[in-house]
């Protein structure tokens, strides 16, 4: 599949329908995204006629979901390409990913006084784990600062690494103002572990595990066109070697005794209980349709639309956009003068336009720009150059009401 955005728009059943009397015009992508034909049907299929439990049955249907179920760790490794399938560990989003990472890695390893750097970026799926540690075991975060524009270089991030540092934990493109962030050259520039928050980005760019570097990235199904309690993340065979389980549970074990417990190698030891089977069953139907029409394709369009949007909003003296780093993907971060967030984001609304209002899960991001809120609009792969237009018309009648 090329890259044609009629067809595109035409395997997303939702964006035919009308908000308020209006055509939708959906740009809340950023916290989540619609859902094509191709996932909606690969979703009702897995429980219409191949649903069973996995990895627990011997009969037909019990080995079909298990098959269907396990090809998708190795449609996540080719999405990502990550070095090895058996690298992949199936969550159900970035938060638990993360907070595996937490608890299995970090934990048992570090001591009071060591330290996890932070970028003021993060949404909290990678702030909140590590005040875990903080509270729970005297663990130092060190905080980054973005520059003015929204950037955030590598070496700033790098001069925050001291002797106590055990991790550097950051997002590859912010949910707030897009801004991507080059986590390959902070990889190269440290021997010091590096976590990857790549919820936005792997949405909006091509993913090379095997160049970055980077030794746990986490991805999150529903940002990529897939269902909800969906997701993965890579972790770096030598990490997994360090880790314990995060859960316990069935599926995580080797053997079960009243006097001791063996575990199964990973992947599987990171995965108890049941899992989220059609819902990654639907993930996988979604990366095989990002794939199909191809990362490289999807970013080139994505760029046109945040070039017209930056051009368009930067026109309007009026509005505060949140962030404007060079290299950033096309989410917008607003606030006006004399109207909040929330009413912004209510006009727009009766538009037919559907942005984000509130902290968006990134209160020292916010605080960092001085504001309690912004609206967002966040564009995806089957937005068009015409709703960017109508966003502006949007904020330019929301201006004259507050004026």
């Known amino acids: 599949m090329s890259f044609d955005l009629a067809r595109i728009r035409a395997d997303f059943p939702i964006l035919s329908r009308q908000v308020n009397g209006k055509p939708l015009v959906y740009l809340d992508?950023?916290?989540?995204?619609?859902k094509p034909r191709q996932v909606i049907e690969a979703v009702t299929h897995a429980y219409e006629a191949e649903y069973s439990n996995v990895h627990r049955g011997l009969h037909y249907l019990s080995n079909l979901a298990t098959d269907n179920y396990e090809r998708v760790r190795a449609i996540i490794a080719r999405f990502l390409n990550a070095p090895r399938e058996d690298e992949i560990i199936f969550t159900s989003g970035a938060t638990?990913?993360?907070?595996?990472?937490?608890?299995?890695?970090?934990?048992?390893?570090?001591?009071?006084?060591d330290e996890i750097v932070l970028s003021v970026l993060e949404h909290h799926a990678n702030i909140v784990p590590w005040h875990f540690l903080r509270e729970r075991q005297g663990v130092v975060l060190k905080w980054v600062e973005p520059e003015p524009d929204g950037s955030l270089p590598p070496a700033k991030v790098l001069e925050a690494v001291g002797p106590k540092t055990r991790l550097i934990a950051v997002t590859h493109m912010s949910n707030v103002t897009g801004t991507i962030v080059d986590?390959?050259?902070?990889?190269r520039g440290t021997d010091v572990p590096v976590l990857v928050d790549g919820s936005q980005a792997a949405v909006h760019l091509p993913v090379d595990l095997s160049a970055l570097g980077v030794d746990f990235y986490c991805i999150t199904g529903h940002k990529l066109y897939g269902p909800s309690g969906s997701g993965a993340i890579w972790i770096r065979d030598t990490r997994q070697a360090e880790m314990r389980p995060f859960m316990g549970g069935g599926d995580m074990i080797r053997t079960v005794a009243r006097d001791e417990v063996t575990y199964a190698d990973p992947p599987l030891r990171f995965e108890a209980?049941?899992?989220?089977?059609?819902?990654?069953?639907?993930?996988g139907a979604a990366l095989e349709y990002l794939m199909d029409i191809g990362?490289?394709?999807?970013?080139?369009?994505?760029?046109?639309?945040?070039?017209?949007?930056?051009?368009?909003?930067?026109?309007?003296n009026w509005l505060n956009v949140q962030g404007d780093a060079p290299d950033?993907?096309?989410?917008?971060?607003?606030?006006?003068?004399?109207?909040?967030?929330h009413d912004m984001s209510t006009i727009l609304d009766k538009r037919g336009i559907a942005v984000r209002a509130g902290t968006h899960c990134a209160m020292p991001l916010m605080e960092f720009y001085g504001i309690n809120a912004s609206a967002r609009a966040?564009?995806?792969?089957?937005?068009?150059?015409?709703?960017?237009?109508a966003l502006i018309e949007a904020l330019t009648f929301c201006r004259e009401l507050f004026a």
Do not use: C
């Open 273 to 283: 209980g049941t899992p989220g089977i059609v819902n990654q069953i639907g993930l």
């Open 29 to 34: 992508n950023g916290a989540s995204a619609q």
């Open 96 to 113: 638990e990913g993360i907070n595996l990472v937490s608890y299995g890695w970090a934990a048992p390893r570090l001591q009071p006084g």
């Open 295 to 316: 990362m490289e394709a999807i970013s080139a369009h994505e760029r046109v639309l945040r070039d017209h949007a930056r051009d368009r909003l930067r026109a309007l």
């Open 378 to 389: 966040s564009f995806g792969m089957y937005n068009t150059v015409e709703e960017v237009d």
């Open 328 to 341: 950033k993907g096309a989410i917008f971060s607003m606030t006006m003068d004399g109207a909040h967030a």
């Open 183 to 187: 986590v390959g050259a902070i990889a």
